[in-house]
Each structure stands twice: as C-alpha cells, then as structure tokens.
C-alpha cells in the first residue's frame, strides 16, 4: 500500500524558508513522477512541482519559479521527496500535499495527507 507523508510545514516570516518532506514507501517508484501540490480554504488544489523520479527532470509553477526547488533522495532505499521554499510570500500560504503518479498517466494517484504551511506578512 502506496503512503505519503508530508512533514516540515510551519509559521514563517515572509521571506523566509522551509522545507518540507514527503516520506514515500509502498512501492518502487521509479517509474513514476512526484508532486507538490498546494490548496487554500475555498479554492481548488493547485500544482506546485514535479520531479521525475528516475532522471531528475523537474516542473514548476510560475509562481514559485526562482524560489521554490524540488527534489528527491533515493539513496540507500530512502525514499524522500522534498521542496525548499525560499522567499516565501504571504500568498504561499496553504497546504501543502505531496503527490505521486505513473509516468504513463496524468492522474495524481497517490496523495499525502498535507501539511500546512503559513506566511506572516
């Protein structure tokens, strides 16, 4: 069974940073893409990042672009992804949930439970 657990989420100043984590077991997941995903009360779930597991290649919303940096540890069989906030804006504040998907397929799969994260102005 497929679980993903995000952690690191918090208060912070703007123009601060964080990091946060998705712990990801159940499976092998070298075929597959990792996400972070963000949403706000009222509003639909957004994308934020992707990282394609096996090579590294990475996606990113406009928004975030310069200042947000997804990444991932599959060494010695951790299996970590995480996004580096820098910079961070009062309209980052939201929650924010990790992802995972086939290669094959557009549709997110696999969701973490979320993790909030909130910007003081």
């Known amino acids: 069974q497929v679980q993903l657990a995000e952690s690191g989420g918090g208060l912070v100043q703007a123009g601060g940073s964080l990091r946060l984590s998705c712990a990801a077991s159940?499976?092998?997941?070298?075929?597959?893409?990792m996400g972070w995903f963000r949403q706000t009360p009222g509003k639909e779930r957004v994308f934020v990042a992707s990282i394609v597991w096996t090579g590294g290649s990475t996606y990113y919303a406009d928004p975030v672009k310069g200042r947000f940096t997804i990444s991932r540890d599959n060494t010695n069989d951790a299996n970590t992804v995480y996004l580096q906030m820098n910079s961070l804006k009062p309209e980052d504040t939201a929650v924010y949930y990790c992802?995972?998907?086939?290669?094959?397929?557009?549709?997110?799969?696999?969701w973490g439970q979320g993790t909030q994260v909130t910007v003081s102005s």
């Open positions: 992802a995972a998907r086939s290669r094959t397929t557009i549709d997110w799969r696999y």
């Open positions: 159940g499976r092998t997941f070298s075929t597959y893409v």
